[in-house]
Structures are given as C-alpha cells and as structure tokens.
C-alpha cells in the first residue's frame, strides 16, 4: 500500500513567538513544518527541500515578502498562504498578482490556516475521487485506499452523524446530542479535542487526511464521498 506522503510546509514570520506557535500547531496537526525568520533563511531551507505550502509574512526584516513572492519563480505545484497585518483591498490584489493563493489578514487563527492549507495542498496535487466508507456494525472507517482503523463508540458516534449528510455542516449542539451529553454542560474544548484526535488517529493510521472541516461558527462538516455500510453486505 503507498503511504501518503504529509505535505510539507515553510513557515516565514519573523516575530519567534508566532512562528514557532505557527509550527508547534501545524506539527500537531499531521503537517512537516519548519521555519525560517526572514527571506535569506527561506531561500536557504527552498534551495535544500522541497516544499508544498509556503506561509509568508509580508513584513521581514530583511525585504518584503510581496516583491519577493513576485521575484522568484514558483514551480506550479507549490501553493503560497500570505499572513500580514496589510488588509486593504490593494494590497489583497497585490498579493494575489504577486503570486498568494490565499490571503490572510493577522490575527491568523491556527485553526482556519491548518484546513486553509490542507485545502490549497489538495487542489495543487488532485487525485482520484474519494470515497470512505463507515461500517456501523464493527465501528470501523475504511479509507479510499483500502486501509481501515477501528474506531472508539464516541468517534463513531460522531462520524455516523456527520455522514448521514456529507457536505453539511452539522452545528456543534447536535453533535454534543449524538454523543449523549448535553450541550448546556458540555465543554466545547472535548469536541475540539476529539476531532483533532480523530484526525491525528486517522493521519497516522492510514496515511492520509481525515476530510472532516470545521464550519466556523457552526460545527462540523465531512466533505469527502462516504458510504455508510451496516455491516458485510
């Protein structure tokens, strides 16, 4: 069975405390990460490595990442998050000319820039439709690969309902019901602990993405194909 590769992420911010968080988030999240303070230390790191994402600040000190975006040539299959504090418009479509897939205004919050990323790294390198399948009978996940993990009565019983409709987001509030709690004292942290658990679970048990979105606000989406089997058919 091929493993699937993670993808592979540069992380440019010169302020320490933020690049490392930025990191340290990423990391957990299932992604290769390093980082680098300025331009020089970035052409450093591209000149030794490959890279799938790259996540640029715009305020180095040594140059400004737009005219350096705009410099050097990208190959196609490498996908650029700009995080600045420069939100007007014109600098949105500078950005965007220069070479940014996506443009995003500081205050980044690690959570948008993880699925952000994951998105952008799925677009540049397409593969075949996927299809998951949920075996309600032996609580068991199988990815479009062939390769299956057991789940917990709990990760299942938040699967089956966000794949009875793909697509969707389903509100936090109804999954807390699916998993016998009551949303008036239930602590929205285990929620987001349980996905990203599930997620890390599934990364590394069976080599790819677990496609589960948070919808901002709302709750939680699965956006790939799934089949819901009830056991051997």
């Known amino acids: 069975m091929k493993q699937i590769t993670p993808v592979r992420v540069l992380v440019v911010e010169d302020e320490p405390d933020l690049r490392e968080a930025m990191v340290a988030y990423l990391e957990m999240e299932g992604y290769r990460v390093a980082g ?8 450093q790191h591209l000149a030794a490595h490959a890279v799938d994402v790259l996540v640029l ?8 990442g737009l005219d350096w975006l705009g410099e050097r040539a990208r190959s196609q299959d490498q996908g650029v998050v700009v995080t600045t504090a420069r939100g007007e418009v014109r600098e949105r479509v500078s950005g965007v000319r220069a070479g940014a897939d996506i443009y995003l205004v500081k205050p980044v919050q690690m959570e948008e820039l993880s699925t952000l990323i994951n998105k952008l790294a799925q677009r540049l390198q397409p593969g075949p439709v996927s299809v998951w ?23 299942h019983a938040l699967l089956a309902r966000l794949a009875q409709s793909p697509g969707l987001a389903v509100s936090r509030q109804e999954l807390v019901h699916c998993l016998g709690h ?5 602590d929205p942290r285990r929620m987001e ?7 890390n679970k599934v990364r590394e048990t069976l080599g790819c993405p677990l496609p589960v979105e948070t919808a901002h606000g709302l709750g939680y989406a699965f956006t790939g194909g799934v089949v819901v089997r009830c056991g051997a058919s």
């Open 36 to 43: 680098a303070g300025s331009l020089r230390q970035a052409e």
């Open 57 to 64: 600040d715009l305020g180095l000190p040594d140059g400004d």
């Open 133 to 155: 399948s949920l075996d309600r009978m032996s609580w068991q996940l199988t990815s479009p690969q062939g390769r299956v993990v057991k789940l917990t009565a709990t990760e």
């Open 182 to 186: 009551d949303p008036r004292y239930y």
């Open 193 to 199: 602990i349980l996905v990203r658990r599930l997620r």
